[in-house]
């Protein structure tokens, strides 16, 4: 297309300069909103038309950079696109990118933008009340033109995850700049509403992390028809197996598979996870190219790999060869909440973490379960810190724990 300044002739071009540096390996590619979350929590039951005594605190939010942030504490390094604007969350957000030691490259700033910030009202117990969110900034500013910009970065990368703040142009830009290149890309729906923009970009998504009510509603964009709807819940809890979890999930996960998706993480809180593919054992077992860990990923990677042998779900001869629909259930672990706000971004974030530092897929959401729970147990959505003794003593847990539910020959 004439003028796209990402044609196929630029790319080309800047991956010889690619070639030429192989020593240095790309990190992930993330593209989203980086937003300043506000967090209002009373100390007394509030009343309506008065001020209320509580707490207030700023944290550092947004699916995208929460997942990028959790990333690079892993020990790998993400290339963060996103805007903000020159303000004081805008300050405060690319302070604290800068003093990770993040490239802050790919993050626009203007003086017309103003940073997307949430208001969320907790009531005593920690519930979300009430929200406002002002994130249009993030689909009016994060467009197509700016995202191409960085084809360099998008082209060296192991994956793309894309986060569906993301206009429904920026989204299919960033996808088929990446499917140009068999690079893998990551769908984060971000919300029920906006998951639903799955559906423009579904041939391109290899990866998709729903929680329960995100499922439904990319099932149902995918269907073009309300076919499924929300499960029953008891005190906003399933008082049921994992296998009767899944049974019901099922039919909407299977909407997703079939529509090209090749794995499907459907995060389900404290009843842990469920990780679908019918890609079969093989690429269960393996998945992206992988890159050479270093620092805390490299031992991470070490552990991981001696103490969770990578072939222990599927090396039975059944499963060997043959192309199957496979489902695991991976438990939570118990934890001492404090707050569940960044749970889900962390996992996501310790799955791609892992699986960019050559740990394989079942492995690394075992490292995604147990970066969850270290985020709930922190008041910031991601931890200021992750040890690795804890991580990884957490994730062979999991992994141990974690349990074949389904598996279905598709001969």
Request: charged share 15%; net charge negative.
């Amino acid at each position: 297309m004439e003028g796209n300044v990402c044609s196929r002739h630029a790319l080309q071009s800047m991956l010889v300069g690619v070639e030429k540096v192989k020593d240095v390996e790309a990190g992930p590619v993330i593209i989203g909103g980086m937003v300043l979350d506000i967090h209002a929590t009373p100390s007394i039951p509030a009343n309506p038309r008065t001020t209320t005594p509580g707490k207030v605190h700023y944290m550092l939010g947004g699916v995208a950079r929460n997942v990028a942030e959790c990333v690079s504490k892993l020990g790998t390094k993400p290339y963060m696109i996103s805007v903000v604007g020159l303000d004081m969350a805008g300050n405060l957000l690319l302070e604290h990118w800068k003093s990770a030691g993040l490239s802050i490259e790919g993050i626009q700033r203007h003086q017309d933008i103003e940073t997307a910030v949430v208001c969320n009202i907790f009531d005593v117990n920690g519930e979300l009340a009430a929200a406002v969110a002002s994130v249009e900034t993030i689909e009016k500013f994060l467009t197509p033109e700016w995202i191409q910009q960085f084809g360099c970065n998008i082209c060296s990368a192991p994956l793309l995850l894309v986060d569906a703040n993301l206009s429904p142009p920026a989204l299919e830009a960033s996808c088929q700049m990446a499917a140009e290149y068999d690079i893998p890309v990551w769908f984060e729906p971000v919300s029920v509403a906006k998951s639903q923009r799955v559906a423009s970009v579904v041939k391109y998504i290899s990866f998709a992390s729903p929680n329960e009510d995100e499922l439904f509603a990319m099932a149902n964009a995918l269907s073009c028809g309300d076919v499924f709807c929300p499960i029953q819940r008891d005190n906003g809890r399933i008082n049921c197996s994992a296998e009767s979890l899944f049974r019901m999930l099922k039919p909407a996960i299977w909407v997703l598979l079939e529509k090209g998706i090749k794995v499907v993480l459907v995060t389900l809180g404290s009843d842990g996870a469920f990780l679908c593919s019918k890609e079969g054992p093989g690429f269960m077992n393996n998945g992206l190219k992988r890159n050479k860990p270093h620092g805390f990923g490299r031992q991470l990677y070490e552990f991981l790999n001696s103490s969770c042998p990578p072939n222990r779900f599927f090396s039975a001869s059944k499963f060997e060869g043959s192309s199957n629909f496979l489902a695991v259930h991976f438990p939570a672990l118990s934890a001492s909440v404090v707050r569940l706000t960044g749970a889900g971004d962390c996992l996501v974030g310790g799955t791609l973490a892992s699986i960019c530092s050559g740990l394989d897929l079942m492995q690394s959401v075992a490292v995604g379960i147990a970066a969850a729970k270290a985020a709930v147990e922190v008041e910031t959505n991601v931890p200021p810190e992750y040890g690795l003794a804890k991580i990884a003593d957490d994730a062979r847990s999991v992994y141990f724990a974690a349990k074949v539910l389904f598996c279905q020959s598709m001969l």
